[in-house]
Nanobody, 119 residues
Framework: QVQVVESGGGLVQPGGSLRLSCVVS???????MGWYRQAPGKQRELVAA???????NYGDSVKGRFTISRDNAKNTVYLQMNSLEPEDTAVYYC??????????????WGQGTQVTVSS
């Protein structure tokens, strides 16, 4: 069973920065990785994603402020969050996804880490 463990959340003032980390057990390099978030009363939304080949995409609300990166040697994906706004307050979840040649899809989630942006 693949384990996905996030860390790095916390309380930060508006305009501040945080870096989230997510460590994945197993063969990390074959997974596409994503960061999602869910605020109270809202649906879970994509924040940023990075493929096994390194291609990135971002949610519109975080473009230019957040950066996703991965270190395959450390089995870790990062989310650097700058210029944080109160609207970024949410539980942030890490996702590992891959599709096998058979067509089966494998999808794993972490337990989430709370990010609160408040003065």
């Amino acid at each position: 069973q693949v384990q996905v463990v996030e860390s790095g959340g916390g309380l930060v003032q508006p305009g501040g920065s945080l870096r989230l980390s997510c460590v994945v057990s197993g063969t990390f390099s074959i997974y596409a990785m994503g960061w999602y978030r869910q605020a109270p009363g809202k649906q879970r939304e994509l924040v940023a994603a990075i493929t096994s080949g390194g291609s990135r995409n971002y949610g519109d609300s975080v473009k230019g402020r957040f950066t996703i990166s991965r270190d395959n040697a450390k089995n870790t994906v990062y989310l650097q969050m700058n210029s944080l706004e109160p609207e970024d307050t949410a539980v942030y979840y890490c996702n590992a996804n891959r599709r096998a040649l058979s067509g089966n899809e494998y999808n794993y989630w972490g337990q989430g880490t709370q990010v609160t942006v408040s003065s």
